[in-house]
């Protein structure tokens, strides 16, 4: 069970609801949502125009819709349903392939979890049948596309429809009406009014789920990007030079200090801590700035979490409604309002950091084609040319070129995309960031990073075999011993010159799930 209290949820909360845990509401947080409700209507039945109750939304905020004369009656309730259904319905416009119903599952608890901020004026009740519909693993059939990063409201507004007991869902293993789905599970369908179906449509849930699911990877992707340049250092008999404390002490930058402590405890026991006089006095950059690179991968992948952290247990409400507002530098027709607009729906700062370790990645890709071509060079191993033998003449010379492929589009899926936008909704939304896509980005990153790495490790492998024949003394360290020895299990080239598209799935299938 993990308990949501719009505050302290972790990636690994997130993956334990995308994995089929069901979620609570902390009751700590009930009061603040019966009050931020109650003062939304308060502040309407005062006379305040507030959007996407008594206004619409978009270029439509214009437009007034409920007129309140001192108090919400039936009818105006009535009239305000009628308007809050319309709402969710006509924006459910999102299109492409279904999403993944893990995917789903995050998207909802993220939701959730941020509704319980307080700040949207939505019913509690809203919540309640939310967090059912999770919890009874509902799964609303949500087309992929149709956010541009400023609030996912084509969406999520799909999920609406299903607490509306509209549209399809899959439940219990099969796809039916979600009016039947909620009849099932005995939960009603909502009767959203007030600013309900506002709140359920502003937020970037979506986006935030995708880049939540590819930082869980990134996590494991690091990790085994490190343990790959050690046993790559080693296959070339590199130098530790690069990694010295002293030596990076001068430049001085804190991430890579941290990561040259890390690589050095990595390589304890090593050949590479011995003197060989065939050891080159200084390695390719690929190689020699290999701490640079995989410290800036490490500090980009905690900005990043740290940042969609922020996002995650914030509120993307607007108009925010503020149980405890000061006068702040308001106009002053806005001073006493406790309802105001917002545009805490951007995503900028989590977007950018996203981008940013797109390009570390990239930068790692690129560099591990390097040190692929360098493996394969007789001048800088001191080993046979494409790491062949005498009856496999060709080895590993082609390898180099699905190598290129995958660096080539990890590159290319490095690009900013936050710059690439449209003004829509008559020019008063005029910014936006791509969200969904940068976060997509990455999630493909991650697939070709791991493919590539299996490249490298078939590499690196084959190079650390012909160095042990050349000397049976060479040491690996006693940390990268092991997953050296797993994987040699997984090919064999010591033979005729052979396809190696097996070798690289089994090379891909364990590394994926190796465990550190």
């Known amino acids: 069970m993990v308990l949501l209290n719009g505050k302290n949820l972790k990636l690994h909360d997130i993956e334990l609801i995308m994995n089929g845990e069901d979620i609570a509401v902390d009751y700590m947080v009930v009061e603040k949502l019966e009050e931020s409700h109650n003062l939304l209507i308060l502040e309407a039945e005062k006379g305040a125009r507030i959007y996407g109750l008594t206004v619409g939304v978009g270029l439509n905020k214009d437009t007034e819709y409920i007129k309140l004369n001192g108090r919400f009656t039936e009818e105006l309730i009535e009239k305000s349903t009628i308007f809050n259904k319309k709402l969710i ?13 893990c995917l789903i599952r995050g998207i909802m608890g993220i939701h959730i979890n941020m509704l319980l901020n307080g700040y949207s004026g939505i019913q509690p009740r809203i919540i309640n049948s939310y967090v059912e519909l999770l ?14 990063g400023e609030g996912d409201i084509t ?47 502003c ?40 990694l010295n404390q002293q030596v990076l002490d001068a430049c001085a930058y804190p991430e890579v200090i941290a990561m040259g402590e890390k690589l050095r405890s990595l390589l304890v026991g090593s050949s590479l801590e011995c003197y060989d006089d065939e050891r080159h006095l200084q390695d390719p950059l690929s190689y020699r700035c290999g701490v640079y690179r995989l410290a800036e991968l490490r500090l980009s992948y905690e900005q990043a979490k740290e940042q969609l952290l922020i996002q995650v247990n914030g509120s993307n409400d607007n108009p925010c409604v503020l149980t405890k507002h000061v006068n702040n530098n308001l106009a002053e027709n806005d001073c006493h309002q406790a309802v105001l607009p917002s545009g805490n729906f951007e995503t900028l700062p989590w977007v950018l950091s996203i981008e940013k370790l797109s390009l570390a990645i990239a930068h790692n890709a690129l560099a591990s084609v390097q040190q692929i071509v ?15 033998n005498r009856t496999a003449f060709h080895a590993l010379g082609a390898i180099e070129k699905p190598a290129v492929t995958l660096a080539m589009r990890i590159k290319y899926l490095a690009m900013p995309a936050s710059l690439d936008y449209f003004s829509v909704a008559g020019g008063v939304e005029d910014t936006a960031t791509n969200a969904q896509f940068v976060a997509e980005k990455l999630k493909n990153q ?32 006693s940390k990268t011993d092991s997953i050296y020895h797993m994987i040699s299990e997984c090919i064999d080239l010591n033979g005729e010159d052979k396809s190696l598209s097996k070798e690289l799935t089994l090379i891909h299938d364990y590394i994926l799930n190796y465990e550190i």
Request: hydrophobic share 45%; net charge positive; proline share 6%.
């Open 203 to 242: 937020s970037n849930a979506y986006s935030v789920a995708i880049a939540a699911a590819a930082l869980l990877k990134t996590a494991h992707y690091i990790n085994i990007s490190e343990l790959l340049y050690c046993l790559n250092l080693q296959a070339l008999n590199g130098n530790l030079s690069p």
């Open 446 to 477: 991650l697939m070709y990073g791991y493919e590539l790495a299996s490249i490298v490790f078939l590499c690196v492998v084959q190079a650390i075999n012909l160095r042990k024949e050349k000397d049976p003394s060479y040491l690996l360290s």
């Open 374 to 388: 360098k493996l394969n060079d007789p001048y800088f191993t001191q080993l046979t040319r494409f790491l062949g």
């Open 155 to 201: 969406i999520l507004s799909h999920i609406g429809l299903t607490l509306l007991g509209e549209g399809k869902v899959i439940y219990q293993g099969k796809t039916m009406s979600s009016s039947k789905a909620l009849q099932l599970a005995g939960i009603p369908p909502i009767e959203p009014w007030a600013k309900d179906s506002l709140s359920l449509l």
């Open 135 to 148: 919890n009874r693993d509902i799964i609303p059939f949500i087309p992929s596309m149709g956010s541009i």
């Open 89 to 101: 319905r006509a924006h459910s416009v999102g299109i492409g392939k279904p999403i993944d119903s």
